[in-house]
Each structure stands twice: as structure tokens, then as C-alpha cells.
């Protein structure tokens, strides 16, 4: 069974930056692809961004493309969001998320473990 914690929400202005992390616990970190998601006020939970184990491939969302920037640190089981340029919009609870899945981690469904979410408010 794999813990994940995630931090580094808050409130910030329009084009500020935050970094969000994640820890894991309770399983071998470096085997897991990991994936951020987030949920708006009102809406569904959406695909972010997310990293293939080793961190050789990473996918993403279009619309944070240029933006926002995943990484991982095997050796400290802990998975990162860097997220610069932020807008109004990026406004949600963000979610970290695991998986061992072959396909491509760009849908809720292939993930198995998750994170309790972090709260990110962008003021314009």
C-alpha cells in the first residue's frame, strides 16, 4: 500500500509561482509512474502532468505546456510540481497519484494509489 502527501498549495497572484510536492511512503517509489491531477470548483478531475518512473518521459496537458514542469526524486520518493505563469484558471485541489501501469497515465483510471489533494488559489 503506497502513502502519498502532498504540499506546497497556497494562495498566490497571477503569474506568481509555486512548487508542490510529494512523498511517498510504503512501497518502492522508483517502480511507480507518478502523476499530478487537479479538480476546479464545479468540475471533474483533470489530467496535469506525469512522469514514468525513472523520469525519462513525461506527459502533460496542453494547456500548462511551457508552464508547469514535473520531476522526480527517486532517491527521496518524493515527485514535484513546478508550476510558474499561474493563472486564474489554475485554481483547484491538487492531487498527486501513483501507478504501475504500461499504458499511457493520462486518465484517473490507470492510477491506484492518491494523494489527499492540495489547495491552489490563483488571485487575479
Known amino acids: 500500500q503506497v502513502q502519498l502527501v502532498e504540499s506546497g498549495g497556497g494562495l498566490v497572484q497571477a503569474g506568481g509561482s509555486l512548487r508542490l510536492s510529494c512523498v511517498a511512503s510504503?512501497?518502492?517509489?522508483?517502480?511507480?509512474?507518478m502523476g499530478w491531477f487537479r479538480r476546479a470548483p464545479g468540475k471533474e478531475r483533470e489530467f496535469v502532468e506525469a512522469?514514468?518512473?525513472?523520469?525519462?518521459?513525461?506527459y502533460y496537458k496542453n494547456s500548462v505546456k511551457g508552464r508547469f514542469t514535473i520531476s522526480r526524486d527517486n532517491a527521496k520518493n518524493t515527485v514535484y510540481l513546478q508550476m510558474n505563469g499561474l493563472k486564474p484558471e489554475d485554481t483547484a485541489v491538487y492531487y498527486c497519484?501513483?501507478?504501475?501501469?504500461?499504458?499511457?497515465?493520462?486518465?484517473?483510471?490507470?492510477?491506484?494509489?492518491w494523494g489527499q489533494g492540495t489547495q491552489v488559489t490563483v488571485s487575479s
Open positions: 512522469i514514468s518512473s525513472k523520469g525519462g518521459t513525461t
Open positions: 510504503g512501497g518502492t517509489f522508483s517502480s511507480y509512474t
Open positions: 497519484a501513483a501507478t504501475q501501469t504500461t499504458a499511457t497515465p493520462v486518465t484517473e483510471e490507470r492510477y491506484d494509489y
